[in-house]
Nanobody, 121 residues
């Protein structure tokens, strides 16, 4: 019943930018904490950016200063603006209601399909 639809991924050169979107349905979006997770091949899926129901944000050290998470409760959406992209940012990106702090994998609901980000010259 609770669904996440991620979009906005693509292929960019190092230093480029992308804006990811996540539309949520099936729950009262405005009162839940949300996060963006990413998983590169060979790595675990982990929380890299979170935003509380009140708008407070937290980031992994690897993306701090480059990524910005935001939400629009009127659209049941959460966004991730990614600037100064590096090859290390290549991964599948997912959104979900997070259960733990930055760096953890646990989420509240089933995963959506995610959106792929490729960074290469």
């Amino acid at each position: 019943q609770v669904q996440f639809v991620e979009s906005g991924g693509g292929s960019v050169q190092p230093g480029g930018s992308l804006r990811l979107s996540c539309v949520v349905s099936g729950t009262t979006f405005s009162i839940i904490n949300m996060g963006w997770y990413r998983q590169a091949p060979g790595n675990k899926r982990e929380l890299i950016a979170s935003i509380s129901s009140g708008g407070g944000a937290a980031y992994a050290e690897s993306v701090k200063g480059r990524f910005t998470i935001s939400r629009d409760n009127a659209k049941n959406a959460v966004y991730l603006q990614m600037n100064s992209l590096k090859p290390e940012d290549m991964a599948a990106y997912y959104c979900n209601r997070h259960l733990g702090p930055i760096g953890t994998t646990q989420v509240y609901y089933a995963w959506g399909q995610g959106t792929e980000v490729t960074v290469s010259s």
